[in-house]
């Protein structure tokens, strides 16, 4: 990730970073390669970097506000009623990143969630 937005971010400088990083992602990354088994664990951890980078990015600039570590330029105070969530990143149906909202104190176990897809299967009908 650039280092220009490591610890204070602002929205257009992180929206140059994605920029970057989607390049390296989209038009770099499908072109390395591997001779031996040590360069391919370096074309592996450099795959992972770049996604690892965008998940930070995008999620960075979907908080509006600054919390904690995370300090924004563009909005300099905490949003306790908007931001007290968790935002969970995913890979989409589509391999897109994914983001969410998920309010404190909601942490879903697996057990919560297997019983939620069951009662679903029955009010879906």
Known sequence: MPNFIIYIKKENLMKAALACVEELREH??????????HELRLVHETNNMVITAEMKLRASLMRKESRCSHYRLDYPEMDNKNWQVWINIFKGENGETQLEKQAFNTWVTAQTKNEIEYNNKFTEN
């Open 28 to 37: 770099h990354v499908p072109m390395l390669r591997a001779a031996n088994l």
